[in-house]
């Protein structure tokens, strides 16, 4: 169990252990089975297991044929203090989609919002990573020595849309 992320698309995947202590992935939903021949499979997926080794985490690979694999590495960074929070929040804009982004931190968690759309909470997936079952993951782009730059945004087809961050209102 725990949290996967794919630095191939930006996709963070989430095992959980359910009510009957299996194995099942949180979103898109599906029951993790292992196959007689040591295949994962997750709601028709294929999946490969590679447990740790020489210093890096366990890895799940998606195995899609004829396309290419994809592998989903553990999380191991633990994410952002509470206090650092604050450094994410402010307007972005994305020039590619017409549309600003609001990130705002409530209650100790981060939240995005976006025209017609309600709030949508985010939670840690590493220190400058975020992602919502409902939204996909939000990377957040920190130029070497510098603040907050930008975000991208990475949903289910479509991976790392940019979006700068806007100077805060005078």
Known sequence: AGLYWSSENDAVMELYRDGDGALARRSPPGRVRQGPDGVLRIAGERWRYEPAMDGRPPRLKALYD???????????????????????AGAYRSDDLAMTYRVSVQEGSLWIEWDRVSPIQLSAAGQNRFFSPALGTVTFSRPSGSGVAGLTLSLRRVWRVPAQRLAAPL
């Open 66 to 88: 004829p396309l290419p694999s994809r592998t989903f590495e553990l999380v191991v960074d633990p994410g952002p203090a509470d206090t650092t929070l604050e450094e994410f």
